[in-house]
């Protein structure tokens, strides 16, 4: 054993340096000050011990410092997956989905998530599209065509974005752990970029959500077209698409510079 592999050891064998990495990992990037208060450390009286601890941790490769911000390296994931193991404690890893993916570039995890996001949001709409097909079957008039091409689409766009999702699921060997893009497990791959995905989802999901009562809740007469309820559903789900869409560049963008800043695995 080198010297470089006995200070890795010789760090993680402090609860305290094992507690930071965790909250950092959770995090995915922290600054000074918000670790101290993830930890409820008081800085005037234990700046000085959180200091030796953290410095610990830099100097030996688990957490790296970029622009005021702490986060956990290549090297560092893979020692808190091996805690994991050895401790058979299974918090971070419990899926093994960690030791799957860590040659995936920041790109390729957001590239994941949009053809997961694509398929889910094809699948959805194409379920829900069955009803104003099956309202309007046999009357033949705009609202069954409109319907139909809607659904043809929606099932094509799902079958295609999951084709893609099966394509990367296959080249980083991830399984079934890749649908489980909710579970903290799955975002600990994607940090730092896991808010973003976190805020995408969940615009998304109203967006589609809104988009549909606000075209079923007036076929089945529970509120009328045009009315002040319609517009309030409808305006949300087209607010919500757009903070979507924005929190979406936003992520591109962070993938591009983390890719920058040599994130790359």
Same mark, same amino acid.
């Not at 909250?23 to 995915?28: H, M, Y």
């Not at 995890?109 to 949009?114: G, I, K, Q, T």
């Given at each position: 054993m080198n010297s470089e592999s006995e200070n890795v050891l010789k760090a993680l064998s402090s609860s305290t340096r094992r507690t930071i990495m965790r909250q950092i990992s959770e995090k995915g990037s922290a600054t000074y000050s918000e670790i101290m208060r993830v930890l409820d450390l008081d800085p005037s009286l234990m700046s000085g011990k959180f200091n030796y601890h953290l410095k610990e941790l830099h100097e030996v490769g688990l957490v790296e410092r970029i622009n005021s911000e702490y986060r956990i390296t290549d090297l560092g994931k893979r020692a808190l997956i091996l805690v994991d193991q050895v401790t058979d404690d299974a918090k971070v890893d419990r899926y093994g +989905? $960690?030791?799957? +993916?860590?040659? *995936?570039? !920041?790109?390729?995890? &957001?590239? %994941? #998530? %949009?053809?997961? *996001?694509? *398929?889910? +949001?094809?699948?959805?709409?194409? =379920?829900?599209g069955i009803v104003p097909l099956a309202l309007t079957y046999g009357t033949w008039g705009i609202e069954f065509w409109l319907s139909s091409i809607i659904e043809i689409l929606a099932l094509a766009f799902g079958l295609i974005a999951g084709a893609k999702m099966i394509g990367i699921v296959k080249k980083y060997k991830l399984g079934f752990s890749s649908f489980l893009f909710i579970s903290s497990n799955w975002f #600990?791959?994607?940090?730092? @970029?896991?808010? @973003?995905? #976190? =805020?995408? @989802?969940?615009?998304?999901?109203?967006?589609? &959500?809104?988009?549909? &009562?606000? #075209? $079923?809740? !007036?076929?089945?007469?529970?509120?009328v077209l045009f009315s002040l309820e319609w517009v309030g559903i409808i305006g949300s789900a087209m607010v919500s698409g757009l903070l979507g869409t924005a929190f979406l560049i936003r992520a591109k963008r962070k993938a591009e510079q983390l890719e920058e800043l040599g994130y790359e695995q």
């Amino acid at each position: 054993m080198n010297s470089e592999s006995e200070n890795v050891l010789k760090a993680l064998s402090s609860s305290t340096r094992r507690t930071i990495m965790r909250q950092i990992s959770e995090k995915g990037s922290a600054t000074y000050s918000e670790i101290m208060r993830v930890l409820d450390l008081d800085p005037s009286l234990m700046s000085g011990k959180f200091n030796y601890h953290l410095k610990e941790l830099h100097e030996v490769g688990l957490v790296e410092r970029i622009n005021s911000e702490y986060r956990i390296t290549d090297l560092g994931k893979r020692a808190l997956i091996l805690v994991d193991q050895v401790t058979d404690d299974a918090k971070v890893d419990r899926y093994g +989905v $960690l030791s799957a +993916v860590m040659s *995936m570039s !920041p790109r390729k995890e &957001l590239e %994941l #998530f %949009l053809s997961q *996001m694509g *398929m889910i +949001v094809g699948l959805l709409i194409s =379920v829900l599209g069955i009803v104003p097909l099956a309202l309007t079957y046999g009357t033949w008039g705009i609202e069954f065509w409109l319907s139909s091409i809607i659904e043809i689409l929606a099932l094509a766009f799902g079958l295609i974005a999951g084709a893609k999702m099966i394509g990367i699921v296959k080249k980083y060997k991830l399984g079934f752990s890749s649908f489980l893009f909710i579970s903290s497990n799955w975002f #600990f791959i994607r940090s730092p @970029n896991r808010d @973003n995905f #976190f =805020v995408i @989802n969940f615009l998304t999901i109203w967006f589609f &959500l809104g988009t549909a &009562l606000g #075209f $079923l809740l !007036p076929y089945i007469g529970e509120i009328v077209l045009f009315s002040l309820e319609w517009v309030g559903i409808i305006g949300s789900a087209m607010v919500s698409g757009l903070l979507g869409t924005a929190f979406l560049i936003r992520a591109k963008r962070k993938a591009e510079q983390l890719e920058e800043l040599g994130y790359e695995q």
